[in-house]
């Protein structure tokens, strides 16, 4: 059976103990798997072979540390190698605090998490404004509500990304769901998703399908 989709689902080094990511990996897989078998898989040393012949990553992972370990460069390699040839990523929520340190993962997915200036205030409701870029993604598409945690002054790589939607914390305007071409291949990080709850938003749901949708150049 053809593998459309791999998501990395992050445990041990690639976790941390705030994000139940078995649970949300489920839950993208059932947004997504309609278009497509979803293989998961937890563990970097099956990358390489997961991702042979598939055209799209999704990195659902973490990290409780600040510090790199020798998994993360066989990441990189893998994530170097895909991305070489072509293939889309899409990264989710806590992604951008996983494999610290590491600059081809800081560059593809376009920020990291900086320790002692990102944050999020506390996990509940929240408004989600559709931001100024015109993009398939948003086509036709609005401001929504979500119960999520809405994450703060990441470490923003450059100003080449489309921003898709963003939040107001601060009196400041932070991006939060952004699209970017890196080389030959298409990114969208979504910084949504601590949970569950996150997808049962119909409209964080509908953004999740039409970024896939767009990672597969279907739209």
């Known amino acids: 059976m053809t593998v459309a989709t791999v998501i990395f689902s992050g445990e041990g080094l690639h976790a941390d103990p705030w994000h139940s990511l078995p649970d949300t990996t489920a839950r993208i897989a059932g947004l997504i798997g309609d278009a497509g078998a979803v293989a998961t898989v937890t563990s970097v040393g099956e990358l390489p072979a997961a991702l042979r012949d598939t055209g799209l990553l999704v990195v659902n992972a973490s990290a409780n540390r600040s510090e790199p370990v020798p998994e993360d460069e066989d990441f990189a390699r893998a994530l170097g190698a895909f991305l070489a040839r072509g ?131 279907e739209i």
């Open 87 to 217: 293939g889309s990523l899409l990264a989710t929520h806590s992604a951008a605090i996983a494999f610290p340190g590491s600059s081809i993962w800081r560059t593809a997915i376009g920020a990291s998490w900086a320790y002692g200036t990102t944050f999020h205030p506390p996990i509940g409701p929240a408004r989600v404004r559709r931001g100024a870029a015109g993009h398939p993604i948003t086509d036709g598409l609005g401001d929504f509500e979500v119960y999520d945690e809405r994450f703060t002054d990441l470490d923003l790589v450059d100003g080449t990304s489309d921003i898709l939607y963003v939040h107001d914390e601060g009196g400041a305007v932070h991006p939060l769901v952004w699209a970017r071409t890196v080389g030959g291949s298409r990114v969208v990080y979504d910084a949504l998703g601590h949970d569950v709850r996150s997808y049962d938003s119909p409209e964080h749901a509908t953004v999740v399908r039409r970024a896939v949708a767009w990672l597969r150049h």
